[in-house]
């Protein structure tokens, strides 16, 4: 970190902040923006302002931005849209080096709002001063302990994961990116409005930022140079993953975004599409599948080709899972016979196929873990590229199994550059399973059609970029 | 229940059950075979058959089916492969009326398991016994508190769904169809290799059942007359709606199906799709999808048009839901002028588009629930047939805002023949709210796309219907 001599980087690592609206109200969420930082331990200065305090935190409060003795690298605008352009000359005086803009209340409610935007816009731009948002919750970033959010936070994720969204579609899920998604997240970057900081920008740091190694972004509208941006796209591609998810896709929804952050749908989704797909970006149809192969990529190694094993607790199951495989332009394993050999030992008094394997009826006929025993037994088979496992420890096992009796064939097939993915149905199951698997890099998901799309992706990525 | 005079109603309403293979020992699964019908008050005459037991749950054991002095409508055979053809000669003197026999290892096995099967098939068939399977764990009848289960069960669901699975798909599914879903079960049955009653019948059985509402039918191939498959089919949708999972659709999965139930594929895909499209089934791509939709069409009224309306937490979330809304057909709602006046009391102070609604920009400047508001100004709103909303109490809420109270809008407008679907994030939040509001039949998922799904499938369905 602090490397990137981008410009945004500043936004990211800030040596000071002030956060203006700054609380002591807990019942407020504009008390977290400045209780996140000190709980955290974020190393840089921060300066709360409340014309209505004289201490918040611990920390020294200021009645204005102006009054802060020290150098201010960003301000933390968090104040009604009304007073926004006051504090925003504020800023200007005291030389503030950048600004994230919190509140709504500008273009997207209409002209009156446009206008005191324009006029921000025009006083920043005349002073050389870099603006996220308005109506931005942003940034964070997870190497420094620096988090602008509305919600208590008592630790954040680590990992190589960058995020930009384009509006609040993140904020109802902030909490749960950070707290139970186990997302290995470095930076995220919200852009609101955009009134100066667009997705170009964005895409432009975290292709340079080392941190990252995966980037997923949301967008509804591109409001910066439309042609850098496929620039940047294709230039990043075949260094780190960009999965795309686009909203405003369809008629009715391109004129719901237009109303609420006032952007100008320039181009049809088709066009769209056309360039992302010639970008080399992964671009995802939903907000599950955005997150599903965020993890996804951020956890596991590519595949070094579309052979798969799969293993189920039925038949039917594996029927069904072959099915989404084989859609998601992934191909069953040939296994190979030292394989067969090894999982012979665990067949019911009968002989049964071995890919898709089928563990339920396998595990009627032993006490051991015969989901594991197939896992194990396919790490070091050369026709395996990658593996999809239904989990979930039969109730006679659950108390004698330990959690690093089960990772460990898991954990064998990433170090062997095998990508893994499981899934699972018991609840009960599922949420220990999850958090423990999570925590060594394999992704859980609730359904094997969800499991496959991620190893289906990883596998199209793969091959792109071994072109 | 009961009335049906259909030959599988035997199946589902038996008179007097003989468990042959029951436990004692709670380490195996054959003893909640027993168990389950002694704890749920299955009315029925229950037998357990095990040469070692003399007694089992209060139950008296008998050594062979053959040693029940009363009557035995229908035989549940959990034995090993290799002994089920000799117990079904007991079957057959006794003069059991049907049976089903759980255990795999027949036709699915090789050629040795088909001679077996073959000889167990003529023999019944010479005796005028009709069975289920074998490898099927099957039926449930909710209403009778009928279950043939591997796992202890203390409430079944009550409802109209009823499912049929071709084979184990479902059995890892069990325990959460039965405790985690909510979803309202009448019937359920396994087909398992479809020795003798097929997918035909069951759907024959189905369509004429009265508790019946719903048909959820997952499917690998058809093994009976398909013609008449088709021919029901067509029959029935008028009435109930029938989803149909059809897996093995992909040529690896569709060999797969053929190892694991020795079932012939004899249709490709595409013409399965026409056959189903024709006969106004409505085919799921997935599993999520399967359950999802079951769910819906379970718990809710069919819209009486596409008009959409639709409250999220931000106005990203709302145009990614709109794209989803478009996508299923649906249209946003031009929301009255009663209804803008209504929701003018939570606008933020300046007005906002009321659909998609943004309840995050207007929670911001209101102590109340704005959700809520906003579910209770649709409820009369003549221009309004359905209602996609994105819940979750904001944290200052929490502890003043009671489940009836937060309930009462969407129970408002189920009674007014809109359906609702909802969904959310916080894990938190949600399995609290899932439990209350899956209670009052509002179904809960968790995105946007699946909620929205849903009610596209509600209303495709409906405008088939009504034509």
Redesign the interface.
């Known amino acids: 970190m602090g490397q990137n001599s981008h410009f945004l980087d500043l936004f990211f690592n800030p040596r000071s902040v002030a956060i203006i609206g700054a609380s002591r109200n807990k019942?407020t969420v504009n008390y977290y923006l400045v209780s996140n930082l000190v709980n955290l331990g974020f190393p840089g200065k921060v300066y709360p302002v409340n014309p209505n305090a004289t201490e918040i935190m611990g920390l020294k409060a200021y009645p204005k931005v102006t009054s802060i003795e020290g150098d201010v690298d960003l301000a933390v605008i968090s104040v009604p849209a009304r007073i926004t352009l006051d504090i925003v000359r504020d800023c200007v005086a005291k030389k503030v080096k950048g600004i994230t803009i919190i509140a709504?209340?500008f273009s997207?409610?209409?002209t009156?709002?446009q206008k005191v935007q324009d006029e921000i816009h025009r006083l920043l731009r005349e002073n050389g001063i870099r603006a996220i948002g308005p109506n931005a919750l942003s940034p964070i970033n997870s190497a420094n302990n620096f988090v602008v959010g509305f919600r208590p936070n008592s630790k954040l994720p680590q990992g190589g994961l960058s995020f930009i969204?384009?509006?609040?579609?993140?904020?109802?899920?902030l909490?749960?990116l950070l707290n139970?998604f186990h997302l290995n997240m470095t930076k995220l970057i919200d852009l609101g409005n955009k009134m100066d900081i667009t997705e170009v920008d964005a895409l432009e740091y975290l292709a340079q930022d080392e941190d990252t190694t995966v980037i997923a972004m949301?967008l509804?509208s591109v409001a910066g140079d439309a042609q850098k941006f496929i620039r940047i796209l294709r230039e990043t591609t075949p260094k780190k993953p960009v999965l795309v998810?686009k909203?405003?896709?369809?008629?009715?929804?391109a004129?719901?975004?237009s109303?609420?952050?006032a952007a100008i749908i320039r181009s049809s989704d088709a066009v769209v599409d056309a360039a992302l797909k010639q970008s080399g970006a992964i671009r995802v149809s939903?907000?599950?599948e955005f997150f599903d192969l965020a993890k996804a990529f951020e956890y596991l190694p590519l595949p070094r080709g579309n052979r798969v094993a799969i293993t189920?607790?039925?038949?039917?199951?594996?029927?069904?899972t072959?099915?989404?495989?084989?859609?998601q332009g992934l191909?069953?394993a040939e296994l190979g016979t030292e394989t067969h050999k090894k999982l012979s030992e665990v067949f019911?008094?009968?002989?049964?196929?071995i890919n898709?394997f089928?563990t339920?009826?396998a595990g009627?006929f032993h006490t051991f873990d015969v989901v594991n025993r197939f896992v194990e037994a396919v790490v070091d088979d050369p026709n395996v590229d990658c593996v999809a496992v239904?989990v979930?420890i039969p109730p006679?096992l659950a108390a004698s199994t330990t959690g690093h009796q089960l990772l460990k064939p898991y954990t064998d097939l990433i170090a062997r550059g095998k990508p893994v993915t499981v899934w699972g149905?018991?609840?009960d199951i599922s949420a220990g399973m999850t958090k423990d698997m999570e925590a060594h890099r394999i992704p859980f998901y609730?359904?094997?059609?969800?499991a496959v799309r991620a190893l289906g992706a990883l596998w199209r990525y793969a091959n792109l970029k071994g072109r």
């Open positions: 019942e709504g209340g997207e409610t209409g009156e709002g969204f384009q509006s609040g579609l993140y904020q109802p899920r909490e749960w139970h949301h509804e998810l909203s405003g896709r369809t008629t009715a929804g004129k719901a975004a109303s609420h952050t939903g907000l599950d189920s607790y039925s038949g039917g199951e594996g029927v069904f072959t099915d989404c495989a084989q859609l191909e069953l019911p008094p009968w002989e049964i196929p898709p089928d339920g009826v009627q239904q979930g006679q149905m018991d609840p609730p359904s094997a059609e969800r």
